[in-house]
């Protein structure tokens, strides 16, 4: 495990979105890292800015893991839902959906992400997970007045943004697409290079999980890495049944599967994950 010190590199919505030079050096080491996660035969299914944490050396680092899925072959082809509403690719969403790949829907959140670096919100927004449901699968991409970007941008967030994963652009096309390399001046490393198949010993497997805390040893140490101090969060508190609110509010991420039908009294915010009503209350 790593302490990333730095957090988050984005909180959605956001009044001060990157400027293009920056997403673009944040958006190189996304590709780099799902590339490197695709070779391991890894699907995130979470990919978000609230998922991706800044190094102190300014470099992204991917985390939350929770919904991850491994596959063999070529690809995975996924049959269930699972990860944050406004981050979700349209394939996912319709009613007849029986099975998707699971790179597009990595390449979908990335184009979510992408946007959201760009102007500081999601592309599609909603109260409610229907509504934000119908405007994933019909609405097209809109790209606000401001700030103004390059037409090469736009280019490859309505490629990423495709709602048909067919057609939608692949990650090698991504890396040789001109707004990444501008226009070929910076071209980015090959999968040769940035890839090496891991293969697990029966030793890693066994010296995996040592122990697992209680739960409220879990929601002191988020308590304490939210703080950025290393003090006792709770000290003057009792750990009680407001503990598990805590948890329930703080703790780590409800985009998991089992989630999906838990229905809570709040609505959508850009960054939530999938416990929130279906739809308004009558």
């Not at 007849?96 to 959140?109: H, P, T, V």
């Not at 760009?118 to 509504?131: D, S």
């Not at 994933?136 to 994963?165: A, H, R, T, W, Y």
Request: glycine share 4%.
């Amino acid at each position: 495990f790593e302490l990333v010190e730095k957090g988050e590199v984005m909180t959605v919505p956001s009044a001060t979105p990157f400027t293009e030079e920056l997403s673009r050096s944040y958006f190189r080491d996304i590709i780099s890292g799902i590339e490197y996660l695709h070779y391991q035969k890894i699907i995130h299914r979470d990919i978000k800015p609230s998922n991706l944490l800044l190094g102190d050396d300014d470099h992204i680092k991917i985390a939350d893991f929770g919904v991850s899925n491994e596959f063999s072959g070529g690809d995975a082809f996924l049959t269930n839902t699972a990860g944050t509403p406004a981050f979700m690719a349209p394939e996912t969403l319709q009613d007849d959906a029986q099975n998707f790949q699971g790179k597009a829907l990595d390449i979908w959140a990335m184009g979510v992400t992408l946007y959201c670096f760009t102007f500081g919100k999601v592309p599609f927004e909603e109260e409610y997970v229907l509504g934000l449901h119908k405007k994933i699968l019909k609405d097209s991409v809109q790209f606000p007045e401001k700030p103004e970007v390059s037409e090469e941008l736009e280019d490859l967030i309505l490629q990423m943004l495709d709602k048909n994963p067919t057609t939608r652009i692949t990650l090698p096309e991504i890396k040789e697409h001109d707004w990444v390399t501008s226009h070929g001046q910076f071209p980015m490393t090959s999968e040769e290079a940035n890839c090496e198949l891991i293969t697990l010993t029966e030793e890693d497997l066994a010296n995996v999980v040592k122990h697992v805390p209680k739960i409220e040893t879990l929601i002191m140490v988020k308590k304490i890495l939210k703080q950025r101090s290393f003090r006792n969060p709770y000290i003057g508190t009792k750990l009680s049944a407001s503990v598990k609110e805590e948890f329930k509010r703080t703790g780590r991420s409800n985009s998991a599967p089992e989630s999906f039908n838990h229905v809570v009294k709040r609505k959508v915010s850009s960054d939530a994950n999938i416990d929130v009503p279906l739809m308004e209350d009558s």
